[in-house]
């Protein structure tokens, strides 16, 4: 990571990611730029650096932030019309802390609307390109940030990951995006989609940034009661033995180069001294259908704040004060916002509750006792993040239930809490990235990231 010293200014590094932004426009990354503020701030860092004065570990770093983090920098919408000219009177927790030591915001980027999607067609600004295949698509929800740190515009960009938003974008454009232990990093200030998956995590182009941003960013935070008491920095690097492959994964569902990807990386870990087991893990197949049972029963009560009074876009339709929520709701929210209110509410009524939210309930449970039985088989799991790599713009975004499969192997990782690194993993025939995902139990987070460097 470049960071500002007396040998290259704040300002250079911070004018050069803008000059960038602007030369990849085309790509639809960003949904806001800061050139004013960022130039600013960059301006104070270097006055800093020229007094002598002691600066932050990421000292003039330009980075982008996802769009569903709040900041009183432009406006945060989450790519959402509902949204639209909302100003955050608050920032959110992770980007104070990573400002603290001195990281530059330079815009926001794209993501499908409240982050529910799997490609970033889902925005209410339109899809963001693959970095690599201007036809395809960007993965999602955490399109933009991707694709920011893929054609080198910033150092790193933040993510959020509820079922596979960091892995599965970072493994369509061939970057490192690390979703931790769920309550490592305080999700204080960033919109909400399903409160008990969600996740906040980086985008990056190493291992060594990786761990770098975590150290600065996890701990515990009084504003979110969720967050663990700090282990990250603490954690001592535990020495790997036993890596695991996931039998119920190596099937024709499953695109053969990046099973091919998945076999030399476990040959290259032989040739390291490491065993590689192969694992049955049938519960991992309940993952998909609980996930999407179980999130949009989250997501149908997070969304339910937006009402056109409090935040936002308010319809201008006339009406009684039902309507006025009805027509913003109806206006403001994509189809897939709300084909999960709907279906959230459905599996939360009374009368369908035990046979859906219930059972989901029950399944997430036998999914976390899985994960833990894997855990003392093994140290870690190598997996693909996704059945394929970036698909055509177009392809599935009429088709709910293929994007839903996208996220096939991703999602269990979120349900059980557990962390999950999607790490570059080589190119297919056509020059896309391929990705892998290495697995670890709660708070392995430290190690899991060290590990990832013995697959390179
Ligand atoms: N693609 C998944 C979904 O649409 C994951 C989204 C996310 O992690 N935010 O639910």
Do not use: W
Not at 25 to 44: L, M, N, Q, S
Not at 288 to 298: D, G, K, M, R, T
Not at 388 to 414: Q, T
Request: glycine share 8%.
């Amino acid at each position: 990571m470049k960071i500002a010293n007396s040998k290259v200014t704040a300002e250079r590094l911070v004018r050069d990611a803008l000059e960038k932004a602007k030369h990849f426009d085309d790509y639809h990354i960003f949904t806001f730029i800061d050139e004013e503020g960022a130039i600013k701030k960059a301006k104070e860092i270097d006055a800093k650096i020229a007094r002598g004065e002691k600066v932050g570990r990421l000292a003039g770093v330009p980075y982008a932030l996802k769009d569903n983090f709040l900041s009183p920098r432009g406006e945060t919408t989450a790519s959402a019309h509902i949204l639209e000219g909302f100003t955050s009177p608050i920032t959110a927790t992770a980007v104070e802390k990573l400002e603290a030591e001195g990281a530059i915001m330079i815009g926001r980027t794209n993501l499908d609307a409240f982050a529910h999607g799997s490609s970033t067609e889902n925005s209410y600004y339109g899809p963001t390109l693959n970095a690599f295949d201007k036809k395809r698509v960007a993965g999602g929800s955490s399109g933009g940030s991707a694709v920011a740190v893929a054609l080198d515009i910033v150092e790193f960009a933040t993510g959020t990951d509820t079922g596979g938003s960091i892995r599965q974008p970072a493994s369509f454009n061939g970057v490192y995006g690390l979703k931790p232990t769920y309550g490592c990093i305080s999700r204080y200030g960033v919109v909400a989609m399903a409160s008990s998956t969600d996740c906040i995590g980086f985008f990056t182009k190493s291992s060594d940034d990786m761990e770098l941003l975590m150290s600065v960013a996890s701990g515990q935070d009084p504003k979110d009661l969720t967050t663990l008491a700090d282990y990250y920095n603490d954690s001592e690097n535990k020495k790997a033995k036993k890596v695991g492959i996931i039998k119920d994964f190596d099937n024709d569902s499953v695109d053969k180069e990046i099973r091919e990807a998945l076999k030399k990386k476990c040959e290259l870990l032989k040739s390291k001294g490491y065993e590689i087991v192969e694992l049955e893990m049938p519960a991992l197949k309940y993952a998909l259908a609980a996930y999407y049972i179980i999130v949009p029963a989250e997501v149908a009560s997070n969304l339910s704040r937006y009402d056109g009074v409090r935040y936002g876009f308010r319809s201008e339709k006339s009406g009684d004060l039902d309507k006025l929520y009805a027509n913003t709701r109806d206006e403001g929210f994509m189809s897939e916002n709300k084909r999960r209110i709907m279906i959230g509410n459905f599996v939360l009524s009374s009368g369908f509750y035990d046979a859906y939210f219930l059972k989901a309930a029950k399944a997430r449970t036998l999914i976390v006792k899985e994960y833990e039985k894997a855990f003392k088989k093994v140290d870690y799991l190598l997996t693909p993040v996704s059945p394929n790599p970036a698909f055509l713009l177009g392809e599935k975004v009429n088709d709910p239930i293929a994007m839903y499969l996208e996220d096939m192997m991703s999602v269990s990782l979120n349900l059980a809490g557990i962390p999950g690194l999607a790490i570059p993993a080589g190119m297919n025939k056509n020059g896309l990235p391929l990705g892998l995902q290495l697995v670890g139990p709660r708070r392995s987070d430290k190690s899991l990231i060290e590990f990832s460097k013995e697959l390179i």
